[in-house]
């Protein structure tokens, strides 16, 4: 990279704690007046913010590399988180709670690989798109 990027790591490194909070608040499902719904939904609009900031300061190719760097961060912390979960389960009640929570974890990875690359290039070239056609 040639080019001076001040803030770039920065919102990499905002984007990819964002998303990793928002897997931890998958189980945690507020009821807002009669209607559910889960912590990690208002979190995740955040990573649309700072997807729209990265695409629109820094480009599309960067903010595509973003969404790669985003997804192999998640897979290792729930491959970590998973692995932690079933290895040596111990007799305690915090043990068995944290392996009901995340022995399952695995899902969110999948998820994860199938939502995130999704929404965040539909989201990125629709921006970059955007900015060509009003800005010519």
């Keep these: 990279m040639d080019k001076n990027y001040k803030l770039y790591g920065f919102f990499i490194g905002l984007t990819v704690t964002i998303m990793l909070v928002c897997?931890?608040?998958v189980y945690k499902v507020y009821d807002i007046f009669g209607l559910k719904i889960t912590a990690s939904a208002i979190v995740f609009s955040l990573c649309y913010l700072f997807s729209t900031i990265i695409t629109e300061v820094y480009g599309y190719k960067l903010?595509?590399?973003v969404v790669w760097i985003i997804v192999v961060c998640q897979t290792i912390f729930v491959l970590i988180i998973n692995l932690s979960s079933i290895i040596q389960i111990d007799t305690n009640s915090i043990s068995k709670?944290?392996?009901e929570l995340f022995s399952e974890f695995w899902r969110v990875m999948i998820g994860t690989w199938i939502s995130v690359p999704a929404s965040y290039f539909c989201n990125s070239l629709v921006i970059s798109k955007l900015k060509i056609y009003f800005f010519r």
């Design 23 to 25: 897997d931890i608040l």
């Design 63 to 65: 903010g595509c590399k």
């Design 97 to 99: 709670n944290y392996y």
